[in-house]
T-cell receptor
Framework: SQQGEEDPQALSIQEGENATMNCSYK?????LQWYRQNSGRGLVHLIL?????REKHSGRLRVTLDTSKKSSSLLITASRAADTASYFC????????????FGPGTSLSVIP | EPEVTQTPSHQVTQMGQEVILRCVPI?????FYWYRQILGQKVEFLVS????????KSEIFDDQFSVERPDGSNFTLKIRSTKLEDSAMYFC??????????FGPGTRLTVT
């Protein structure tokens, strides 16, 4: 797998349901971030979780990090049509001072 | 909340022309980045810039690309002779040394 690879690639749910997206990575990280991107638009930072954290909440978002499995999950509870977007995980490597590596993203469709 | 701004939002240029994409970082940030996203693909790191010099660059960032801070505030990406495959969204990102990179809204570059 690539550094930062989300699954599923696409997810379609009904409004009100929960959406779970997963991210796996290969090498040790300093932190992992989740971003949202509406079609053709810029990146919106959602949440950052550090390598020494296991879970973090922000509003309807819940992120977990399991460094032993090199994986993270993003849970959006009580989804809304406005949550329709692509979601990317991005990792900051311990070996690289600078760059953030993005996964290919999960395309989420929330049907009203 | 402070934000990164980018201009123009959309640039159309002919193949072989030079383009300059501009970014205004958040004022106390020290580290600057350019990323690009070809339509339908993931976000890719291009280059990082710190203390007025490139600190890291990817294999994509070849001799056709250059970056600078011409006036101490703006951060620019120049593509000397654009190719069709340079068509993409270009994102500027900045941070001051904490964990989170702040992304601008992007410039959509279309090379015809």
């Amino acid at each position: 797998s690539q550094q930062g690879e989300e699954d599923p690639q696409a997810l379609s749910i009904q409004e009100g349901e929960n959406a779970t997206m997963n991210c796996s990575y290969k090498t040790s990280i300093n932190n992992l971030q989740w971003y949202r991107q509406n079609s053709g638009r810029g990146l919106v930072h959602l949440i950052l979780i550090r390598s020494n954290e296991r879970e973090k909440h922000s509003g309807r978002l819940r992120v977990t990090l399991d460094t032993s499995k090199k994986s993270s999950s993003l849970l959006i509870t009580a989804s809304r049509a406005a949550d329709t977007a692509s979601y990317f995980c991005a990792t900051k490597l311990k070996t690289s001072y600078d760059k953030v590596i993005f996964g290919p993203g999960t395309s989420l469709s929330v049907i009203p | 909340e402070p934000e990164v701004t980018q201009t123009p939002s959309h640039q159309v240029t002919q193949m072989g022309q030079e383009v300059i994409l501009r970014c205004v970082p958040i004022s106390n940030h020290l580290y600057f980045y350019w990323y690009r996203q070809i339509l339908g693909q993931k976000v890719e790191f291009l280059v990082s810039f710190y203390n007025n010099e490139i600190s890291e660059k990817s294999e994509i960032f070849d001799d056709q690309f250059s970056v600078e801070r011409p006036d101490g505030s703006n951060f620019t990406l120049k593509i000397r002779s654009t190719k069709l495959e340079d068509s993409a969204m270009y994102f500027c990102a900045t941070y001051w040394g904490s964990f989170e990179q702040y992304f601008g809204p992007g410039t959509r570059l279309t090379v015809t």
